[in-house]
């Protein structure tokens, strides 16, 4: 039974007939009808034996479990007794990657309250959209990223408070009311079904969609990726650029870590490539998340520096360039562990590590999940034929008050809108988004597959690479080149790319453009906007 009294988002979700099939095949995925994640995660650590481990970490402090279950109280006291929050109110959270931006989401969550959290670089306009669509009532904001919001609150009379978290002295701060609690919180007994959190999805293709996710779904993702390929320990200590805000961050940066006992790192400085591999060696990292882009280039640091520590390395946000995966191995000598997930599934269901790791496949299905390559009704297409990829697991997607849930979910699979192939062992390999296949004079072309080529030449840091209209041949293959400096973008380099292009991979892929840019359009997650480069 719900605890949730406020239906505001349960009363938005898609109807029935829309809705995604949940399968629960494993027994872990067997969950009770009550559940809190919070509880599962914070609560049940000293059951076992976690409750005096670090959880979270800074170059300031460290918290052990049942420190931060002490605080996580203590701020959830104050959502509902000094704010008067009731379960299924919507909290907008915006802050980077902080202790006090987790513990204030173990809480909202804690409290029976749904989490709305933002990326920290969006501006005013960006947040009254999300704040139309959540109708959040409180915000609990960093301090440094207070003016944006409360422009947006001047646009937006449904959010009525914000309440700065980090700041240690200030009356009317949430650390300040917080330390005024005593720490004894029961939390609220929320179903299984009732709803954790809604994430917007990061805009790489436009407006974005608000996504709904449960207790269930979050818990049921610990059991999926987490325990099969990630299979994180209690001794790991996790760093990593994604932010709180994306779902690849909060799986990464924070509800895996203590699903598995382990401790997170958040700097005080903002990640650089040279930072971040100074970091893992002075904090030990063991597991690190971030984008190919980050990794590539960390390489030459961490080729220079060494990486004693670390053992897993998680890639995810956007495809991985082979050629990346085999620079990043030159460096340091770890396999990077691939992965494809989505806002709309929570996280990843298609990854593969260790001796599982095939060259040029993001990997297997992971368990608890089924994926197929189809074609536009559906139908399962032959191995190595490019399709459709269609997911159905123990989450999926669930937009709120959405048109879009139509393209998404269709007979109860998800479809993520990536193209791949599928080879008969069972590996999966990205081709493209499917809006982002490259149909030229009849062949199909992954800018993916071009991109990975043109990295492999010693000029090129960056590239991206889309489909240009063309009256002969429909489209024709052009690639945005980001060059290492000494090098120059002239007609020399062009033809020196394309001969290199040709000479790697089937000659029609080549780039028959190529522009020189100083930078590449991404979100701030690192995932590359090529609906951007498309624009004239």
């Known amino acids: 039974m719900t605890a949730q009294t406020d239906r505001f988002v349960h009363d938005r979700l898609p109807s029935a007939a829309q809705l995604p099939q949940m399968r629960y095949d494993l027994p872990e ?108 009532s409180v915000a609990l904001c960093d301090a440094k990223l207070l003016d944006e919001l409360k422009l947006a609150q001047k646009e937006c009379p449904a959010l009525k408070t914000i309440v700065p978290f980090n700041l240690m002295t200030e009356p009317g701060s949430l650390a300040v009311l917080a330390a005024q609690k005593d720490g004894n919180f029961t939390p609220c007994p929320t179903s299984a079904d009732d709803i954790a959190l809604m994430a917007f999805t990061s805009g790489t293709t436009g407006k974005p969609k608000a996504t709904v996710h449960t207790h269930r779904d979050v818990i049921a993702a610990c059991e999926a990726w987490p325990r099969h390929v990630l299979k994180a320990t209690p001794s790991d200590i996790v760093m990593g650029s994604p932010p709180l805000a994306f779902t690849f961050g909060l799986g990464g940066m924070l509800i895996f870590p203590m699903w598995a006992g382990a401790s997170v790192y958040f700097p005080d400085i903002p990640y650089t490539p040279e930072a971040m591999v100074k970091l893992i060696n002075e904090t030990g990292a063991t597991i690190c998340y971030t984008a190919p882009t980050f990794y590539r280039q960390m390489a030459p640091f961490a080729r220079q520096l060494g990486t004693p520590s670390l053992r897993i390395c998680v890639s995810a946000g956007e495809g991985l360039p082979d050629a990346t995966r085999q620079l990043w191995r030159d460096a340091t000598g770890i396999e990077m562990m691939d992965g494809i997930g989505a806002t709309e599934m929570f996280h990843i269901f298609i990854s593969s590590g260790g001796d599982d790791v095939r060259r040029g496949a993001i990997g297997k299905v992971v368990p608890g999940y089924t994926a197929k390559v189809v074609d536009e ?18 989450t999926g997607c669930k937009y709120m008050d959405d048109a879009r849930q139509a393209n998404y979910v269709k007979d109860g699979w998800n479809y993520p809108g990536d193209a791949f192939t599928q080879d008969a062992d069972g590996y999966f390999f990205y081709q493209a988004r499917a809006d982002d296949m490259i149909i030229t004079a009849g062949y199909n072309v992954g800018g993916p597959e071009v991109e990975d080529a043109l990295l492999r030449h010693p ?64 979100t701030e997650t690192g995932k590359l906007q090529r609906f951007r480069l498309r624009q004239p």
């Open 29 to 136: 995925l067997q969950l009770p009808g009550q559940l809190n994640l919070a509880v599962e995660l914070l609560d049940k650590a000293q059951a076992k034996g976690w409750g005096d481990l670090p959880m979270l970490r800074s170059s300031r402090i460290v918290l052990t479990y049942n420190d931060a279950r002490e605080r996580v109280d203590r701020i959830a006291q104050v959502l509902t007794a000094d704010l008067g929050l009731i379960p299924g109110n919507r909290v907008l959270l915006r802050g980077g990657n902080s202790i006090g931006m987790a513990l204030a989401w173990l809480a909202v969550v804690k409290a029976g309250l749904i989490v709305v959290a933002t990326m920290p670089l969006l501006r005013a306009r960006e947040l009254c959209d999300v704040i139309d669509k959540s109708r959040p």
């Open 377 to 394: 009704d559906g139908n399962e297409v032959p191995h190595g034929t490019i399709g459709k990829l269609a997911v159905i697991g123990p």
């Open 459 to 522: 000029a090129v840091a960056e590239c991206g690479v889309v489909g240009k209209p063309d009256e002969e041949r429909g489209m024709i293959v052009k690639a945005f080149c980001v060059l290492k400096p000494g090098y120059s973008g002239d007609a020399a380099m062009t033809k020196a790319l394309q001969d290199h292009v040709k000479a790697s991979i089937a000659p029609f892929k080549y780039p028959r453009e190529i522009e020189f840019v100083t930078g590449l359009p991404r």
